[in-house]
């Protein structure tokens, strides 16, 4: 099989985890061509645009992508690149699995959980926030729409039986946020009863956080509204030991980006130390999307191995000796089984 993928190896440290990552998936055998195209401060310094055109038209054409951590400039009026992104290819579903990984300095072991959340509405609207012309009241609104709670709430089911997961708690506080927090609820219920082979929980947002630190091993897959799953995605990611480990997959019906959680890290970039992981799990996420889940089982596999029995291998926040490029050469000797 042969795909094309557009590729944006991003700023800071993106272009080198980029090119761990790629250099794994050429030795897992993927049949993936890459089609190069820029976005963040890379394409603003080399085509005076943030997010230039041909970058655009590349994902839609390709239909996935695999990002490295964008830079939007602070001040200027930038609107986030990947905010931008996200609105441009109308990407509802942002899913955050969050999983243990050996020789970490987690507080739990054995998590897998995966945070579905969705990603366009809720609390997040731009015009939902205003100021009284005194500068003495502030609101801001959260809107969902049937719609958009539905897509979200199917979307998780879909992936569940998908991927062989048993359960799915969608979050809430529609004891609050009656009209809101209370339609997103109730479509969850509706669309649970499609999917009788799943168990389905419902649980309030707070109830959920206290939860998730005392009984972590009780979740499987998460559904929730947008602000909910901001919060909750980071909390998850805390108990797996932090951002170092965290893919991000941004889904819609037309598109599809994988990227790492964490940032650009400009403290780190250029010194070949940066954690290769959380770009590398995105890329088996992908690898799933594509149909080649035995290709994703294979490569969160040897990240496993690698980092329970190749320490001198792993990049120095794991506590290593090694660098982006031996990590990845060392999950790439494995990944060939
Ligand atoms: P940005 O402005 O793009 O968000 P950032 O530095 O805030 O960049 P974060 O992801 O928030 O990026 O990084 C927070 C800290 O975690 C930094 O000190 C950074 O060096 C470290 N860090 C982030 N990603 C990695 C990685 N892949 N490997 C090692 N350290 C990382
Ligand atoms: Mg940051």
Avoid: W
């Avoid at 990947?82 to 955050?96: E, G, K, M, Q």
């Amino acid at each position: 099989m042969s795909k094309t993928i557009a590729v944006i190896p991003g700023d800071g440290i993106g272009p080198e985890i980029m090119t761990a990552t790629l250099h794994v998936l050429d030795a897992l055998d993927c049949g993936l061509t890459y089609d190069f195209v820029d976005a963040g401060m890379v394409a603003l310094e080399k085509h005076g645009d943030l997010l230039p055109k041909p970058t655009l038209d590349k994902i839609a054409e390709h239909k996935v992508a695999l990002k490295g951590p964008l830079t939007t400039p602070i001040g200027g009026g930038f609107t986030s690149v990947n905010v931008t992104l996200r609105r441009h290819f109308d990407l509802y579903a942002n899913v955050r699995p969050a999983i243990s990984f050996p020789g970490t300095k987690a507080r739990y072991q054995n998590i897998d959980i995966i945070t579905v959340r969705e990603n366009t509405e809720g609390a997040y609207l731009a015009e939902g926030q205003t100021l009284s012309e005194d500068g003495e009241i502030a609101t801001s609104m959260i809107r969902v729409t049937r719609k958009g709670c539905a897509r979200i709430v199917r979307y998780a089911f879909e992936m569940a039986v998908r991927k062989g997961r048993k359960k799915v708690t969608a979050v809430h506080k529609a004891n609050i946020i009656k009209t809101a927090s209370g339609m997103f609820l109730n479509v969850a219920r509706e669309i649970a009863k499609d999917y009788p082979q799943i168990e389905f929980n419902e649980m309030i947002v707070d109830n959920t956080c206290m939860q998730l630190v005392m009984k972590p091993e009780q979740f499987d897959v998460i559904v929730t509204t947008n602000l909910f799953g901001d919060i909750l995605s980071d909390l998850c990611a805390g108990l797996v030991g932090g951002l170092g480990l965290a893919p991000g997959d941004n889904i819609g019906e037309h598109a599809a980006i994988f990227e790492a959680v964490h940032g650009s890290a400009p403290d780190i970039a250029g010194k070949g130390i940066a954690n290769p992981c959380a770009l590398l799990l995105a890329a088996a996420d992908m690898l799933d999307h594509l149909g080649m889940v035995d290709k994703g089982t294979r490569l969160r596999d040897a990240i496993r191995d690698t980092m329970a029995n190749d320490h001198a291998n792993v990049t120095p926040d794991l506590g290593g000796k090694g660098s982006t490029q031996s990590f990845g050469e060392a999950i790439a000797r494995r990944v060939k089984g």
